[in-house]
DNA sequence: ATGGTTTTTACTGCGTC
DNA sequence: GACGCGGTAAAAACCAT
């Protein structure tokens, strides 16, 4: 996976070049990336200069690196050689048998070896599950490696210890989709890691006292918006005029103790109004995985808020 | 634990196709 | 009649204290 170089500025990517999803562009990080996959598309608007044209010794030296590269998310971060179950040499010759039972007993070795402290166990059991967890929801790779960051680090100052691995690593997960605004709740990593949801937020708050932590701010409204537009396929237009609904509302006035799905949800709902797309109450609700009912407060609310003008454009203008 | 707020559940009535 | 929409009351969930 390469950085694509921009043509046309964002809006030159529809579709995901690997998986053929959609591609999700994101202002506030100036990046896009696949919605099934996580590839990013593209991060230009922070560095602008392709990776293979940063000349400098650290990029080379990168680019020069052998095998796979450094990953958080396994016990040993990856650096090991495997040993394949292939049953091949390196010219992709089949083995006779003997050799091959040797290739088996070896591997076996090495698995047992690679963990064999319960400490690397528990460690590598922990990051499994993160990758499980994160696979279901395929959120991107950068999430993961960041859940794996924050568990290491959990471990490292001792706030994992005794308390259910399973927790840990969704609490985890979570806090690594809050730090790089992939928004997920809490209840969706919940189901995913196979936990419940008080359980959940138990050891979020947890790992929150324990791990030094800034202030991270919930997610926008306007990722709502996104993140319901992207459950099914709906015209773009609709999320654009959302948005901009949005952006024109007086928001502070009506969404203080409001769950921003809500308000996502109804602006969504307003916006295919106006564009004359009529998606019924029903699915909006499903989808912002709210109730009808507060699909319809929230809508309420907010044209109770401003005025909005609509003209209708006649044929003789 | 408690009290205030919000969301959900369940139900009813209205208009339209 | 089925469907979408709007509303209400009460239960349940949530949150700060």
């Known amino acids: 996976m390469y950085p694509i170089r921009r043509e046309g500025g964002l809006a030159g990517f529809k579709e995901c070049p ?42 080379r030296t990168k680019r020069m ?11 040993d971060r990856g650096l090991s050689t495997e040993i394949s ?18 290739a088996q007993r070896m591997k076996k070795w090495q698995q047992r070896l690679r963990t064999s402290t319960s400490r690397e166990r528990s460690l590598s059991n922990a990051l499994s599950r993160i990758s499980e967890a994160a696979d279901v929801l395929s959120l991107p790779s950068a999430v993961l490696e960041e859940a794996s960051h924050i568990f290491r680090k959990s471990v490292k100052h001792n706030i994992s210890k005794s308390k259910s691995v399973s927790g840990m690593a969704a609490a ?4 690594a989709c809050r730090k790089s605004g992939v928004n997920r709740s809490l209840k969706e990593i919940a189901q ?65 103790g409001k769950t921003p799905a809500g308000l996502a949800a109804a602006y969504v709902y307003i916006a295919a109004v106006l564009s004359s797309e ?6 909006i609700a499903e989808y912002g995985e709210v109730t009808e009912v507060t699909v319809r407060n929230r809508c309420r609310e907010i044209l109770g808020n401003f005025v909005i003008r609509v003209r209708l454009r006649t044929s003789n203008g």
């Open 18 to 59: 690997i998986c053929r999803g959609r591609i999700i562009e994101d202002m506030e990080k100036g990046e896009a990336l696949c919605q099934r996959c996580g590839y990013v598309a593209f991060d230009q608007v922070i560095d602008s200069t392709p990776e293979w044209r940063s000349m400098d010794y650290e990029e």
């Open 172 to 175: 985890s997960l979570y806090l």
């Open 278 to 283: 009529h998606i019924p109450q029903r699915e």
């Open 85 to 102: 179950s292939e049953g091949r040499d390196s010219h992709g010759r089949y083995l006779d048998l003997e050799s091959r039972q040797s």
């Open 192 to 256: 995913a890691a196979g936990i419940k949801n008080r359980d959940a937020a138990r050891f979020y708050r947890i790992l929150l006292n324990g791990v030094e932590s800034p202030y991270i701010p919930p997610p926008t409204v306007q990722k709502y918006i996104s993140k319901l537009i992207n459950k099914e396929k709906i015209n773009p237009r609709v999320e654009r005029v959302a948005l901009e609904l949005a952006d024109r509302t007086n928001e502070s006035s009506i969404s203080s």
């Open 65 to 75: 690196r052998v095998g796979m590269p450094n990953t958080l998310r396994l016990a």
